[in-house]
């Protein structure tokens, strides 16, 4: 069975400080897809991006950099400079080689950025 | 915006009573999901689509059923809703070669 655990529950910085959240997963699967999303207080969820398990390159977008390590089984998210709206609960996510219907989330680490 | 509507957005009804949430796109997605969200559980999904009148189960599908008789809509039902299924249900579509899945704005159901 798949599983995404994010330890972080919840997590508070002061803005400009860089922050990490940690996703850690399970999975049998040798062919996978990783994915962040994040869910402002509005309370819709915004897909951030999407890694498949043959690509262990870092990504960057702006101030948003991820970090994909097969040999720990971890997905990690930096945010670099945070800014108050970065304040949000983000979700770490797995799925299967095919459709979605195994698609496993973790249960989110709410990062609060006080100015 | 993967063009996707929910409706109703709130709702608020009693125990015993059914209730139906729908999901609709624009944009004419094969696969479609129903996923509740609580507390300390993340996302989790309820049942899934494939294709009109082609659905299935998911971790979470017990008390609740689905139909989609058109590609645009997916309809998730509460046969005889209980406080336990009070939560936020999110519609979601697979976009991509990815599995990417877009989600629409949910759905935050109270039942009393």
């Known amino acids: 069975a798949q599983k995404v655990t994010q330890a972080q529950t919840e997590i508070s910085v002061v803005e400009k400080e860089d922050v990490t959240l940690d996703c850690v997963y399970e999975t049998r699967d040798t062919t996978y897809y990783l994915f962040w999303y994040k869910q402002p207080p509005s309370g819709e969820l915004v897909f951030l991006i999407r890694r498949n398990s043959f690509d262990e390159q870092n990504e960057i977008s702006g101030r948003y950099s991820w970090n994909f390590q097969k040999s720990t089984s971890s997905f990690n998210f930096t945010i670099t400079a945070s800014q108050v709206v970065d304040s949000a609960v983000y979700f770490c996510?797995?799925?299967?080689?095919?459709?979605?219907?195994?698609?496993?989330f973790g249960a989110g680490t709410r990062l609060t950025v006080k100015p | 915006d993967a063009g996707i509507t929910q409706s109703p957005r709130h709702k608020v009804t009693e125990t015993g009573t059914p209730v139906t949430l729908r999901c609709h796109q624009t944009?004419?997605?094969?696969?479609m999901y129903w996923y509740r969200q609580d507390p300390g559980h993340g996302l989790r999904l309820i049942h899934y689509s494939y294709g009109v009148k082609d659905t299935d189960k998911g971790e979470v599908s017990d008390g609740y059923s689905v139909s989609r008789s058109k590609t645009e809509d997916f309809l998730l039902t509460l046969e005889s809703a209980t406080s336990s299924q009070t939560s936020v249900y999110f519609c979601?579509?697979?976009?991509?070669?990815?599995?990417?899945?877009?989600f629409g704005p949910g759905t935050r159901l109270t039942v009393l």
């Open positions: 944009e004419n997605h094969r696969y």
């Open positions: 996510a797995l799925s299967g080689p095919y459709n979605n219907n195994d698609m496993r």
């Open positions: 979601a579509i697979e976009q991509g070669t990815g599995n990417e899945q877009f």
